[in-house]
Structures are given as C-alpha cells and as structure tokens.
C-alpha cells in the first residue's frame, strides 16, 4: 500500500521545547493546536496512515521536537479505538519520542527504559497480527523497527554504550540518530517517517537484508 502525502501544510515550530531548559509555557502550543485540531474526537474502526496529524507528529520526531512529537501523538491516540492495533503502535511510538527527549536531556538511563517499553508493545503488536488494510499500523515496518530498538538496546548499542553514537549538534535538532532509515545505505537524521514512507517495501516482502 502506497501512503499518499498529506495536503496539510503544517509548520514547524518555532523552537523545541526541552524539559528542565524553560517552562511548558514556553512550548510553541499555537503551532501544536493547528495539528491538534486536525484529530475528530474518536477514530472510526482504524487510524488513517496518511492522517496529516499522525504523520506531522513523526515528522516532528524525525526533525528532533521530541516533546512536540508526543505531544501530537498523544492527541492521535486518544482518539484512536483502544485496544485496537493503531493504539498499540501509537503508544510505542510515544514512548520513542520521550526516550528520543530523554537522550535530548542526557538521561540514557530513562531512554533505555522508555524504549524498552515501545519494544515490548511492538511485540505485542506482532503477536496479534491481522490482515492488511489501510490504517497506520497495515502501512508502518513494524518489525524492522522493533530490531532497531533491539540492537540499540543490547550492551554495545547507543543505549547501553551511553551517548557516543548520538549527533549533538543542537542548533540543527539533528540531536537524534537513534534510528536509521532501513534501506541499504542509513541515513541516520532520517526516523520514523522514513519508516513510514519506506514501509510498502517492508510490507510486499520485497526488502532484502543486506
């Protein structure tokens, strides 16, 4: 299934906020309501994956807002059906962006655990496969990502091996190599969007392990 750009013209904000740095106050919440707005108050049966909502809260991960990020995808999720699979995958993905925060923060330790947590509810989600369709869940590389965060996790990954293999370089908010597109040649300022548009690949079987 091809996954059609949203027609949202959706800004950035104007600065990321970081926890400890300013006050909630300070986060750019008129740029986030813009998003927000875009969420009905329930989903019907299943989360869109071209949803211009869903895919600007991965946008936002990927461009280093962690805290707006999670922010995004926790109004999707409220309103995705609960329990459903768009709700397991959605709650993993929340908790990437917390622990992509907590690395903003230098607190590897509570990252480590906030992607454990989003690798235990990608397994979960693969226990509990359905067929195909068109939600969020039917178009994203959910496997592949879980092995990201598996060998991230294990004793020589960033995690563990501490925040050597993170890019600090604030001013670009390229901060986050956490994941790395799942193609043949990484690139690792590329996250969980490149998942997200690479994923048909993933999805047909076609992707080669190289």
Partial sequence: MSIPPSNAKLPLPQWAYV????????????????????????FQDFVPARHPALRYGIALNDAGYFWESQEILEAVWAAAPQGGREWILLRACIHIANGNLRLRMQKPRAAARYFGEALAELDSLGR???????????????????????????????????????????????????????????????????????????????????
């Fill in 19 to 42: 926890p400890g740095e300013t006050t909630e106050a300070d986060a750019d919440h008129d740029t986030l309501w813009q998003a927000k707005a875009l969420v009905p108050s329930r």
């Fill in 128 to 210: 509990n496969a359905a067929a195909a369709g068109d939600g969020f869940v039917d178009a994203f590389p959910t496997a592949a990502l879980a092995a990201l965060l598996k060998a991230k996790l294990a004793p020589t990954g960033v995690i563990q091996g501490g925040l050597g293999g993170i890019r600090q370089n604030r001013q670009s908010m390229k901060q986050n190599a956490y994941f790395a597109r799942i193609t043949p040649r990484p690139r690792p300022e590329h996250a969980l969007l490149c998942m997200l548009t690479d994923s048909q690949k993933h999805k047909t079987g076609q992707t080669q392990n190289r």
